[in-house]
């Protein structure tokens, strides 16, 4: 019996930034400034642009999480207005994309369903520590930027000890100057 290869586009992008602290004082109430706003609808378009668009989007329940996003979904929805039989772009918050939780079980359950151009929407240090689990010390040293995307390519492979697939660096997007670093 052949095995079925499953790939996945994974873009991992950190929220954009953030008020310093919100009216409630809850850190997990704190939204997008307006330039988080604007920051992360730049980053949005930089990848639909270069046709790297997700078909959906799994985000932190945190608000600054969720606002970025429902604003790469808006935008990922307008570019593929123009496409016939496009599917929406749909965001799902999930748990386990909160501080201080592994996010591997997530990306295992998503291959394994056959999702094949997904965004995770988190935070730091927990977005960093993925990529270098996966792809190795892709990133500065000083993490990942807010509003920054890394994308990759998991391909299932049950070879791979404990995770069922290996994943390739695709490529990051530098938010400030929307520079794409692809080695």
């Known amino acids: 019996m052949e095995l079925k290869v499953s790939q996945m586009k994974l873009y991992i992008m950190r929220h954009g930034p ?48 969720l606002e970025t996003a429902e604003l790469v979904a808006e935008l990922a929805n307008r570019a593929s207005m123009t496409q016939l039989g496009a599917t929406p772009c749909l965001v799902e918050i999930r748990r386990e994309l909160g501080m201080g ?39 500065s040293s000083s993490g990942m930027a807010k509003a920054m995307v890394v994308g990759l390519k998991l391909t299932s492979d049950t070879d791979v000890a404990g995770l069922e697939f290996r994943a390739t660096f695709r490529f990051v997007v530098e938010p400030k100057a929307l520079h794409w670093r692809r080695t």
Do not use: W, Y
Request: charged share 30%.
């Open 101 to 139: 939780v592994d996010q591997l079980p997530l990306l295992i359950e998503l291959l394994r369903a056959g999702r094949n151009r997904v965004m995770i929407v988190g935070h730091e240090p927990d977005l960093s520590s993925l990529v270098t689990s996966l792809v190795g010390p892709k990133l």
């Open 18 to 65: 953030a008020e310093d602290c919100a009216p409630s004082g809850r850190d997990a109430d704190r939204r997008l400034t307006p330039e988080g706003r604007d920051r992360t609808l730049a980053v949005a378009q930089a990848m639909c642009d270069e046709g790297e668009r997700p078909n959906i989007i799994f985000t932190s329940p945190r608000v600054r999480a």
